[in-house]
């Protein structure tokens, strides 16, 4: 419990302190989780179950975690009959225009990649129930432009218009792409 708060305390002296954020404005963190949360929608709508959602631990964060059938996992295997859940550790880049960092993908650089790594090694030992499941790191890139609907406040809950774009506030997000199984050990 003291390693969590003194995470939390850590983590809170390199943000921003809280201000007001007005409707038309969210901070990167809340948009963050505006694109965590059309992701997750997303991956349910393809069948993937949401096990955990902003995991921490000491290594790092993992934004979603999901379980789920991956048909390229099992395809070539001996027994085409049975099912082989995958657990996919997805790391979600949100973007605005105009970004320096290919929407978020030059962020996933080798130091990140080593810390989710760690991160899943850490989630797998406390869940020794998935220890045998297939694992891929995979990364969703979001793009956020401002939308033309007024809508007054960030809606928790995302207004999907189809399954890879929904509105927020007076944004739309996006989901450009979804990288499959983006990097290994």
Not at 121 to 139: G, M
Request: with cysteine; hydrophobic share 35%.
């Amino acid at each position: 419990m003291g390693s969590d708060d003194s995470s939390q305390l850590n983590s809170s002296r390199k943000r921003a302190p809280a201000s007001s954020n007005s409707s038309q404005s969210p901070n990167s963190r809340a948009l963050g989780t505006l694109g965590e949360n059309l992701v997750a929608e997303w991956l349910q709508q393809q069948g993937w179950e949401i096990l955990h959602r902003q995991y921490h631990c000491r290594w790092g964060e993992i934004d979603i975690i999901a379980l789920g059938k991956d048909e390229a996992s099992y395809q070539n295997r001996v027994i085409p009959d049975r099912q082989f859940p995958t657990l996919a550790f997805v790391e979600v880049k949100t973007r605005r225009r105009g970004n320096w960092d290919l929407g978020g993908m030059l962020a996933v650089s080798a130091t990140k990649q080593a810390k989710l790594w760690q991160t899943a090694e850490i989630f797998l030992s406390t869940r020794p129930d998935l220890a045998n499941n297939s694992c891929r790191f995979d990364v969703a890139l979001v793009r956020c432009e401002p939308s033309r609907q007024n809508i007054k406040k960030i809606l928790p809950p995302l207004t999907a218009a189809n399954s890879q774009s929904a509105l927020a506030g007076n944004y739309r997000l996006t989901l450009q792409e979804y990288i499959r199984a983006a990097f290994s050990n």
